[in-house]
């Protein structure tokens, strides 16, 4: 029977590493951004009139993507943790006879629900920074077509 549970928990554990790998591209960007921020920090002492206001424009955007990317990652992880449990009550089950399988079901739906959260989020955090990141149209030279 252990043969089975072993069978059993194999799709929670890929999808664990599947959270792996998504927590591992949330914290390479988390990085990028509070890099950036720093920049941003800096420049804001050394800025003065429209060029300040460009500074401080880009550093509340960058505040809302901080956010943003810490909920998702907080989200991912904690939908991590519930996978695990998951795979635990599986092993529970085996080990101790409890029952425990809607237990598991339901804390599965949870990681999953919390999984698709955190990739709300980090489409909505990549959204702002497309926002943010927009080029004027002036630069484009489009009025003249």
Do not use: C
């Not at 949330?26 to 800096?42: A, F, H, N, P």
């Amino acid at each position: 029977m252990i043969a089975q549970t072993i069978q059993l928990s194999l799709a929670p554990v890929f999808v664990l590493v599947a959270i792996g790998q998504i927590l591992n591209a949330l914290s390479v960007r988390y990085g990028r951004v509070i890099d950036r921020s720093r920049t941003m920090q800096e420049l804001y002492e050394t800025t003065s009139g429209r060029d300040h206001d460009m500074v401080v424009m880009e550093i509340r955007g960058l505040d809302w993507r901080i956010a943003l990317m810490g909920s998702a990652i907080r989200a991912m992880v904690l939908s991590g943790l519930a996978v695990g449990a998951t795979v635990a009550l599986l092993f529970l089950n085996e080990i101790a006879g409890v029952v425990v399988y809607q237990i598991a079901a339901a804390v599965f739906l949870i990681a999953i629900a919390l999984l698709m959260w955190a990739l709300v989020l980090f489409l909505r955090e990549i959204q702002a920074s497309a926002e943010m990141l927009r080029i004027p149209r002036k630069l484009l030279e489009l009025e003249d077509e």
